[in-house]
Each structure stands twice: as C-alpha cells, then as structure tokens.
C-alpha cells in the first residue's frame, strides 16, 4: 500500500532513509536528529515537500520524496522527485513502480508543471523504470554542478 508519512512512520523511515542514503549511495551516516528533523519539516509544511512510503504488513518497504520549487523556464512551480528508494528485501514487486506513479499522481493533481528527477549513470534499474514510467533524459545540454558545504 502507498500512501503519505505520518508521525508513526517516523522511526522505521529514518531507518529505510538510513539504507538509502549509508547503504545505497555510501554517503556518510547523517545526525539521527538531523534526518528526525527533517521528515518532521516536511509533516509540518506540506508545501515544501511531501513523502510517500510503501507498506507491506505493517512494515515501511520503500519511500520517495517529493520537493516543490519554481522553473524560471517554464515560469511555474515544478516537483522534484528527489528520492525513491525500496528497500533490498522489497524489490521486484513493482513498489518502485508504484511509488513513482503516486508521486506523479499527486504532482499532476496538485497543478505542478513538470515532475523532474536525476538518477546516477550507474543506476540502470533505475533508469529502466523511468522510461518504463514514460520519463525522458533530458539533461543531454546541461552539466550538474553542486558545492557542498
């Protein structure tokens, strides 16, 4: 099942948070009170950003993030995909599939011009669901440049 966070998922999402971002991508393990923080900002201010987790018997399995900005360009507001992950043991069911298709859903519905995303080149999983979905690459002119602080 798919559906938005809520204050109880909070403990078993930081833990699928910490799969993705440890885990998955091999990035430092973030504060526990910073990743606390920051599902609890997105509770509180829905207009910032929304997540959905997928659930299979009580259990949280997969969950992706959505943010909401501005496109200059398109001169509207715009949803960035920014995260879907499901957890290892949860793959081949289609729960990615069902978490875009919720995130796309809700981006249509709620008036956004576009819903974007970025995968890495090395994630051909991930890539094959997207153009499954419909997506299509298009940062074939734009190089992504990023300062971390």
Known sequence: MIRRVNE?????????MYQYIVDFYRR??????????????LLIHP????????????????????????STT???????LNDLFVAPDARGKKVGEQLFKESLTFSKNHGYAAMTWETAHDNYHAQS?????????????????????
């Open 8 to 16: 109880k998922d909070v403990d078993a999402l930081i833990h699928l």
């Open 74 to 80: 398109m001169v509207k507001e715009i949803a960035i």
């Open 47 to 70: 207009e910032r950003g929304i997540q959905f987790v997928a659930e299979e018997d009580g259990k949280l399995i997969g969950f992706s993030t959505l943010y909401f900005t501005f």
């Open 28 to 41: 430092p393990r973030p504060d526990e009170k910073d990743v606390r923080e920051l599902i609890n900002i």
């Open 129 to 149: 669901l997207y153009e499954k979905m419909g997506g299509k690459q298009t940062n074939s002119e734009w190089l992504n440049y990023e300062i971390s602080f």
